[in-house]
């Protein structure tokens, strides 16, 4: 079994989106400052690996919103704070040529502080709805080795194992062998599978 994670597609990325959705996971609880020493860190660690070596540099706020529109880079990484001692790694990483995938490692918090990140995250993809057109949630990560940019962003990858809920849009879940056939509640923009579609 893998490290927990929460992944959200989005279109047309910019500068703007990226404050954006930073302000609202603040908003929302996950701190990019650390609540005692004020500094924000990038780690180049993929969420889905939390053991993994990786750089961290100290970084202002000022330098991070510039760089996570990915205008120059293909990818970040964040950490953001739930507490003094407990974070989500955070990355945001092109997926395709218009998409950009926002990963969340919950590798690490107890449960009622990974349900409070998974709660905050799942508010702000949904102030991003127009721009978001997927997202999956597997608190357990069972399912970390299934290839979700092909699941959600073009419905050609299949699925080998179940998360806890998976959002995709309708074309996608129309199309897709597996999700065509299961059953879905409609959440606009998305249809959205899983056993915990009604908690996300």
Same mark, same amino acid.
């Not at 490290?3 to 908003?27: I, K, M, P, Q």
């Not at 399912?143 to 806890?164: H, R």
């Given at each position: 079994?893998?490290?927990?994670?929460?992944?959200?597609?989005?279109?047309?990325?910019?500068?703007?989106?990226?404050?954006?959705?930073? +302000? &609202?996971?603040?908003?929302?609880?996950?701190?990019?400052?650390? %609540?005692?020493? +004020?500094?924000?860190?990038?780690?180049?660690? &993929? %969420?889905?690996? %939390? +053991?993994? +070596?990786?750089?961290?540099?100290?970084?202002?706020? &000022?330098?991070?919103?510039?760089?996570?529109?990915?205008?120059?880079?293909d990818g970040i990484g964040v950490r953001l704070w739930v507490s003094h001692d407990l974070d989500v790694l955070m990355r945001i990483r092109r997926a395709g040529r218009r998409v950009v995938a926002v990963e969340f490692g919950l590798a690490g918090l107890p449960p009622e502080e990974r349900e409070t990140a998974v709660r905050a995250i799942r508010e702000t993809v949904g102030r991003a709805s127009v721009l978001c057109i997927g997202f999956v949630v597997d608190r357990e990560g069972v399912?970390?080795?299934?290839?979700? &940019?092909?699941?959600?962003?073009?419905?050609?990858?299949?699925?080998?194992?179940? %998360?806890?809920a998976v959002a995709v849009q309708e074309d996608i879940a129309s199309r897709h062998p597996q999700l065509a056939v299961m059953e879905s509640v409609g959440q606009s923009p998305w249809r959205v599978f899983g056993s915990a579609v009604l908690s996300v």
């Open positions: 079994m893998g490290a927990g994670f929460f992944h959200s597609y989005h279109l047309g990325w910019t500068r703007v989106d990226a404050r954006n959705l930073l +302000g &609202d996971l603040e908003a929302a609880g996950l701190r990019l400052a650390h %609540p005692v020493t +004020g500094r924000i860190v990038l780690d180049s660690r &993929d %969420p889905g690996s %939390p +053991g993994a +070596g990786g750089t961290r540099s100290p970084v202002s706020r &000022d330098q991070l919103l510039s760089i996570a529109g990915l205008e120059r880079l399912t970390a080795g299934t290839d979700w &940019d092909g699941v959600v962003v073009t419905g050609t990858a299949y699925l080998d194992g179940w %998360p806890d």
